[in-house]
């Protein structure tokens, strides 16, 4: 059995979650998912829309807001209840905080940022990219059940993940968290900036690269996004340039992303920006270059001058 535990803030699912429920149900076995916090069951019916054994609720008011002490302190009596032969979340900043020290409290396997999984003589072989993704490595878990997974942001589609032909069952689990025990005191979410944004939430993405030639270009694409309801993102050299913050940065050193509709303008396809938006549902590549590696994943591709092309486009979605 194979447990996904879902992450939500402020009364709200993370679309990762999704994508970790996605990956679970294609590695194959019963799948259960799992939601901590406090007041949920709002978010239990929807994570109970998916084909699953069950829902549990783990609610708690020493959960209520997200600290790894309380994370780890619930999960850990969680898994030893339910007995999972792999736990798997999605591989967001939370997760990435507490996972380490739960999987060090259990005595059990971590494996990160898996992008594929795959059955062989009987185990699973996870799939994760090395070397900042010029390389992939199959990584196999040593030592006992349960071994925890991350799945990285993308590599599974969430609306790939399977719906029920009713609800899946929803059971309230009571596991009692010493407040006294959680020595985290949490405040807001850190922000760099108001204008900041967690590109990975994003349904439309125009990204930007060297093709945009300069900085004073950048409104072009702006006024795209804004005709589009999208967001701008960027390649590193624009962000490294300075014409984007670094939180706008999309790649294997930036942000994963798999938005509905990802629009590359004069973005050649360097496998570490690829890595961090192959799993976009649909992929509209511009580029001057017809042999540029873009169009290899791009689902719609225009070989040709964005500064003709774009234009063209606002105009149409301005009509």
């Known amino acids: 059995m194979i447990l996904v535990i879902a992450e939500q803030r402020e009364g709200k ?15 194959g076995g019963p ?20 084909e699953a054994a069950e829902v549990i609720v783990v609610d708690a008011a020493a959960l209520g ?6 994370q780890v302190a619930a999960l850990a009596i969680l898994i030893e209840q339910e007995q999972p032969g792999h736990v798997f979340f999605a591989h967001t900043y939370q997760t990435r905080d507490f996972a380490p020290v739960l999987a060090t409290r259990l005595g059990r396997s971590l494996i990160t940022d898996v992008t594929a999984i795959r059955q062989e003589s009987g185990a699973m072989v996870f799939v994760r990219p090395v070397f900042q993704g010029k390389l992939n ?6 030592g006992p059940a349960p071994h925890l997974v991350t799945i990285q942001i993308g590599a599974y589609r969430g609306d790939a993940a399977v719906r029920g032909a ?3 069952a929803i059971r309230k689990v009571e596991i009692a968290v010493d407040a006294a025990a959680v020595r985290q005191k949490p405040e807001a979410p850190f922000k760099e900036a108001k204008q900041a944004v967690d590109l990975s939430q994003a349904e439309r993405i125009v ?10 270009h950048l409104k072009l694409a702006e ?3 804004k005709a589009m309801g999208a967001e701008i993102a960027a390649s590193r050299p624009i962000c490294d340039s300075g014409w984007l913050p670094m939180d706008r940065q999309i790649g294997s050193s930036g942000q994963t992303v798999a938005p509905k509709l990802y629009v590359a303008l004069g973005i050649s396809g360097a496998i570490q920006h690829l890595v961090g938006m192959k799993g976009s549902k649909t992929i509209v590549a511009i580029n001057k270059d017809p042999e540029a590696p873009i169009f290899e994943i791009a689902d719609f591709g225009i070989a040709g001058d964005l500064f003709e092309v774009v234009p063209a486009m606002i105009a149409e979605l301005n009509k």
Not at 13 to 27: K, V
Not at 35 to 50: F, I, Q, R, T, Y
Not at 65 to 70: Q, R
Not at 207 to 216: S, V, Y
């Open 31 to 50: 799948v259960k998912v799992a939601l901590l916090g406090s007041g949920d069951e709002p978010l239990a019916a929807e994570l109970a829309a998916a």
């Open 223 to 225: 006024d795209l996004a």
């Open 207 to 216: 990204a930007i690269g060297r093709g945009i030639k300069g900085q004073e």
């Open 166 to 168: 009713s609800p899946a």
């Open 13 to 27: 699912l993370n679309r990762a979650s999704w994508e970790a429920m996605a990956a679970a149900q294609q590695a």
């Open 137 to 142: 490595a199959d990584v196999t878990a040593e």
């Open 65 to 70: 807001e997200y600290t790894a002490d309380g």
